[in-house]
């Protein structure tokens, strides 16, 4: 049995919060072993999206390695990238615990954690000592005090520090647990936010550094239009779709009053799979090949994961499947990526 295997038993004893520190503590530890093997990628799974090079199109989504603490770990575990945070320009706690709830019998996480973060300058000083090799994105969201107005300030201050230690940028204005954060999303405020945003982006001579958007799956369908329509004028880069879901009709009863129960937060893992691939194809389909898209939500194995590429998705990441299969998911999709013709 691998470690994971082992230790599964009693994570899964543990608050969700508690044994995601202890993992993170475990795995801290193991950072510093200084001959961590390097990770080999079948060649079949390298790709170029974003004008950056992948060793594979699967990564760790954001949310996980919030604080970019365990980069060395994801590396050696095979991710072709990871998306750390969100970061907030300042330190915040997030919301009150309990706020992270797992239902392992269908594969399921609700979070209302509302950005827990160390803040952009303590998580930017950790990101010098990044690893080579592995391309690393920063996810960026606002304070929970700051206005909604005023959330471009926000923004702005995050991205002057993380942009110049990370190989790709992803504005977060789709989770559910920051008030008001997701009517960012709307176009007359994402317009003068990505105008915002691509305006520093020059001033700070990188330009050539990715810009993306992550979505929610709660839109509705002339919305993601208007969306797709909006970040397209604004010559952002890319996609990320989906962050996780309000909409508690993805689980079935009796499980949906046990999380309904459980209060407010979004949904991710396997109930999300369906609604987030419909959502993807939508905007696949209004995007017409104009800008590469990143699939995120409730994939879980090989063929997930080749099903989001074969709709068209350059890249693909996964968080809350990792938690229940363990890390050996990553190699596992690996080889089934490989093992499928196609996906050459
Ligand atoms: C506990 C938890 C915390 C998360 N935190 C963030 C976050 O800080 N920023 C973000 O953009 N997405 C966050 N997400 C969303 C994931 O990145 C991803 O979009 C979502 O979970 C759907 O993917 P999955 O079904 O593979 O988990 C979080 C998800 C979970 C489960």
Redesign the pocket.
Known sequence: MDLYGALRPLLFRLD?ETA?NLAFWLGARACAWPRWPEPEHPSALRRSALGLDFPSPLGL????D?GATLLPVWKYLGFGHV?I??VTPRPQPGNPKPR?FRFPEAGL???R?G???EGAEVVAARLRHRPTGLVVGG?L?KNKETPEAQALDDYRAAYRLIAPEVDYI?L?V??P?TPGLRNLQAPEALKPLLAGMLELRKEMGLERQPLLL?LA?DLAEEDLDAIVDVAVAAGISGL?A????LDRSVVDEPLRALVESKGAG?????P??AK?RQVRQRILTALRGRLPLVA?????SAQDVQGALEDGAALA???????FEGPNLVDRIHRGLASNPSSH
């Open positions: 969700p995601h989504a954001a949310g996980l919030k998306e945070g969100t992270l996480i609700l979070n954690m950005f827990n973060s996810n969201g992803a977060n789709s989770s647990n992550k799956p990320i989906t962050n996780t879901t979004g949904l991710s893992g396997a999300l799979k987030a995120c939500g409730g994939l879980g990441q996964i968080y809350s499947a990792l938690i």
